[in-house]
């Protein structure tokens, strides 16, 4: 299973394939490694900021549990 470029640059794909690595190598029950692979909660917070030139840009934020 390849990685393509862009996924290069995506550390939650990069964890995940880690994940399915050793998951491979533990012997991990699928539906074990289905469940740990995705996060329970995903938090998005997008937050608009004031530059100092006067244009605003907005920002977001993330929280992964």
């Known amino acids: 299973m390849g990685i393509s470029s862009l996924e290069n640059l995506n550390p939650f794909a990069i964890a995940q394939r880690q994940f399915d690595l050793a998951a491979e190598l533990l012997g991990l029950d699928p539906s074990v490694q289905a ?3 995705e996060p329970m909660r995903e938090f998005v ?3 608009p900021v004031r530059m100092d030139d006067e244009s605003t840009h907005v920002f977001k934020g993330y929280r992964v549990q």
Do not use: D, G, K, Q
Request: net charge positive.
């Open 45 to 47: 917070v997008t937050i």
């Open 35 to 37: 469940l740990l692979r």
